[in-house]
């Protein structure tokens, strides 16, 4: 199974972006849908997360800025971010959690927010 992440790109400050990820195969009991970011010279970093029954996680950051969306029947999640700002510049790369030492990552997508 593959995770295709989609939707990057270069965006000036104040604008939006929205990412995908979708599966490349059916894959069961998905606990948590999530998107990490990893900026240069960072460690990677959690961004938002949604449970299977649709409980949110935000990182400090994120909050009021991106929301987090999942598709069950579509093994999809996405994740709208507005007011983006310079420092939101980094590779952004969704997880499918199922259980320890399970779980899946999508191969990253750029998002570049100039000033």
């Known amino acids: 199974v593959q995770l295709q992440a989609s939707g990057g790109g270069l965006v000036q400050s104040g604008g939006s972006l929205r990412l995908s990820c979708a599966a490349s195969?059916?894959?069961?009991?998905?606990?948590?849908m999530g998107w990490h970011r990893q900026a240069p010279g960072k460690q990677r970093e959690l961004v938002a997360s949604i449970t299977s029954g649709g409980v949110t996680n935000y990182a400090e950051f994120a909050k009021g800025r991106f929301t987090i969306s999942r598709d069950n029947a579509k093994l999809t999640a996405s994740m709208q971010m507005n007011s983006l700002k310079p420092e939101d510049t980094a590779i952004y790369y969704c997880n499918f959690y199922m259980g320890p030492y399970n779980s899946y990552w999508g191969q990253g997508t750029l998002v570049t927010v100039s000033s």
């Open positions: 195969a059916s894959i069961s009991s998905i606990n948590v």
